[in-house]
């Protein structure tokens, strides 16, 4: 396979993808928006349409009127390209039917696969790395798609709320886990980045040295059973354990478990993408803000001696233990396994630190800042990543609804610290002083 045919089945895979996840939905579920965070898949399903063409097609003389017609309400953050709709009213928009964002798209990819079969040489190279960085987008937005159906969905009354898929069959049998060990690694100056190359976003380039103290690291995540022992110890009544501004969102939201959690006729329920479910407490929490990571760091170290000075790890501590450990080649719980929800720890195949990868999106300290000599991608591209660090947290490590060639060590996801409605846990560190 030439590289133009290797280009054509990476388009056609990652747009099929995004079809296929559409599959279980009624023509409702497209247009709902509950929250300005959460968009209408309709809008998901034009967007990543609109990229292709605004940032591809657009360059090669391949605009149609339709894509000026859809271009103010497909636009998502990209100041450059134009006016764009508020993020908080796309689902009070009801065209195009979710009918003619099909036929868009299809339209879209007409004449992707055109440009694909006929460009010359002398522009094959930067055509490839559109199209990778397109993909690459279209996959954040196929995560983001299940994080956003599954907020749509628990917004129907408790009996009324829809199951996206059944069960899945094979999911690992939760017996109690072990008791958390802290791995000890020793510190040093060390090389963060994409040192392992290949295609990466522009947040991961510059690699660098940094200093990282001697640190431990739990070797699994915290579970829904030591969730409950915070909750019922009253965590989320007591204000010494938490951030300011974290607080200030409890009083806000008034939050007293995680997101999709529900205390029903005594017992502890919550929603998931396979419905209503009691909760498993040997599953590792989920839909916890980076508030609640810290606030959790916060109460089992003033409760547990073994956990004296426990934190949420920063983001380089976690890649380090990443990479020295060899977690990158471990299996991990990703979309393509069809659980879209995670699973119990397992034995990290003699390795000392088990769920590195999958499952959920680990919350570190850091605030998501340039690397030293950040460079944006060129042109248009550049408001991909850069301008939004600021008032962020980084997360590692994917989670249960993340592509699983979407992923790598040195990614850097990021959210606002409030943030529930990824899938996001909880990993805890501590200093060896």
């Not at 991990?332 to 959920?360: I, K, Y």
């Amino acid at each position: 396979m030439d590289r133009r045919e290797k280009l054509l089945a990476m388009y056609r895979k990652v747009r099929r993808a995004s079809l296929d996840m559409c599959a279980p939905l009624s023509t409702e579920d497209y247009q709902v928006q509950p929250s300005e965070e959460v968009s209408p898949p309709k809008w998901n399903l034009g967007h990543t349409s609109w990229f292709f063409w605004r940032f591809i097609l657009r360059q090669n003389g391949l605009s149609l009127p339709v894509d000026d017609a859809y271009a103010y309400l497909l636009n998502s953050y990209y100041h450059r390209a134009g006016l764009r709709n508020l993020r908080g009213r796309r689902g009070v928009i009801t065209r195009p039917t979710v009918e003619g964002i099909y036929d868009y798209r299809k339209s879209v990819d007409e004449r992707m696969e055109r440009l694909i079969s006929s460009v010359g040489e002398e522009v094959l190279d930067r055509l490839e790395f559109l199209i990778t960085v397109g993909k690459n987008h279209e996959q954040q937005h196929q995560e983001l798609f299940y994080t956003e159906i599954k907020n749509i969905y628990h917004w129907n009354l408790a009996h009324l709320r829809p199951a996206y898929l059944p069960p899945a069959a094979g999911a690992p049998h939760a017996q109690k886990a072990k008791e958390i060990e802290f791995v000890p690694l020793e510190g040093g100056t060390f090389e963060f980045g994409n040192i392992e190359g290949g295609w990466c976003w522009d947040n991961e380039l510059c690699t660098h040295k940094a200093f990282v103290d001697d640190f431990a690291l739990s070797d699994r995540l915290i579970t829904n059973r030591e969730f409950f022992e915070f909750i019922g110890d009253g965590g989320y009544s007591n204000s010494l354990l938490w951030l300011s501004d974290g607080w200030y969102e409890i009083e806000k939201q008034r939050w007293s478990a995680p997101l999709y959690w529900e205390e029903i006729d005594g017992k502890w329920w919550n929603f998931t993408l396979s419905g209503m479910r009691e909760i498993d407490p040997e599953e590792p929490v989920c839909h916890v803000s980076f508030y609640e990571a810290c606030a959790f760091a916060a109460w089992k170290s003033e409760n547990d001696p073994g956990f004296k000075g426990a934190r949420v790890p920063t983001e380089r501590e976690w890649e380090h233990a990443a990479r020295i450990s060899g977690a990158e080649s471990l299996p991990g719980n990703f979309v393509e396994d069809r659980r879209l929800h995670p699973s119990p720890a397992t034995p990290a195949n003699g390795a000392p630190l088990a769920q590195m990868f999958g499952d959920v999106w680990e919350w570190t300290s850091s605030h998501y800042e340039p690397y030293p000599g950040f460079r944006e991608f060129p042109d248009d591209l550049s408001e991909y990543n850069g301008k939004f660090m600021n008032n962020q947290r980084v997360l590692r490590g994917g989670s249960c609804v993340t592509p699983r060639d979407h992923i790598r060590l040195s990614y850097r996801n990021f959210w606002h610290p409030a943030a529930r409605f990824q899938f996001t846990g909880i990993r805890l560190a501590k200093d060896l002083r």
